[in-house]
């Protein structure tokens, strides 16, 4: 079994083993979501607040096992096996991160839950942007377009210039950090607005190398 394999699992069972623990110390409506300003404003049942995170974390574990196994392009994964198991670690650290602080929130500590989200986010933007360009050609992990797909150029062109900016606003979510009380009212939008227009400048992208390579020929 690799060794990131093995880190997934205790990290699962770890996550779970903290939930099991502070079960009986969990209020029965527990905090589940928070506002920008860090105030609670979503509940859920003690059973679901316990254990939810741990289970989604379990069920995205299994379905990044299997995708390469059902991938059309599955020989590819064997290019970027390492980067890929890397990146399904951080998100597990990402989640139980997110699941241990949120524990520890409804023991009753007083702390900005969303504030104290904002680093491990932006560090796994900067990952994500680190990992982008070193993913070769696939159905599931990647800026999946029409065009993308059918071109490994214009693939490696789209995830060269998408891990650059994806570094960037990892950057810059942790810039916003520095003016977080002066920007709270329009924070979600702040962090929300980069990715929307992320996505859409990358689409119209990858159609410009396809319109390069075919019409414009």
């Known amino acids: 079994m690799e060794k990131t394999t093995i880190a997934m699992i205790l990290l699962i069972l770890l996550a779970f083993s903290l939930s099991i623990y502070f079960y009986p110390q969990m209020p029965e409506e527990m905090a589940s979501h928070w506002n920008a300003r860090g105030e609670v ?22 379905m990044f096992l299997v995708l390469p196994k059902i991938d059309p392009l599955k020989k590819n994964y064997s290019l970027f096996k390492n980067y890929y198991n890397g990146m399904v670690l ?44 070193r993913c070769k050609r ?23 210039l ?16 520095l003016f977080y009380d002066t920007v709270v009212e329009y924070f979600a939008w702040i962090i929300i607005g980069p990715v ?18 075919t019409v414009k020929r």
């Open 138 to 160: 696939n159905w599931f992990v990647g800026i999946k377009t029409p065009w993308t797909l059918s071109s490994d150029n214009i693939w490696n062109k789209t995830h060269k």
């Open 41 to 62: 404003n979503g509940y859920m049942p003690k059973f679901w607040g316990s254990f939810l995170m741990p289970l989604i974390t379990l069920g995205l574990v299994g």
């Open 162 to 177: 998408g891990g650059k900016l994806f570094m960037i606003y990892g950057a810059f979510i942790l810039a916003m950090m």
């Open 90 to 133: 951080v998100f597990i650290v990402f989640f139980f991160y997110i699941h241990a602080i949120s524990i520890v929130a409804n023991l009753g500590f007083a702390f900005n839950m969303s504030y104290l989200i904002l680093p491990p986010m932006a560090l796994l933007f900067l990952f994500i942007g680190y990992i982008l360009p």
């Open 196 to 213: 929307l227009a992320l996505s859409v400048f990358l689409f119209i992208y990858s159609y410009y190398e396809y319109w390069k390579e």
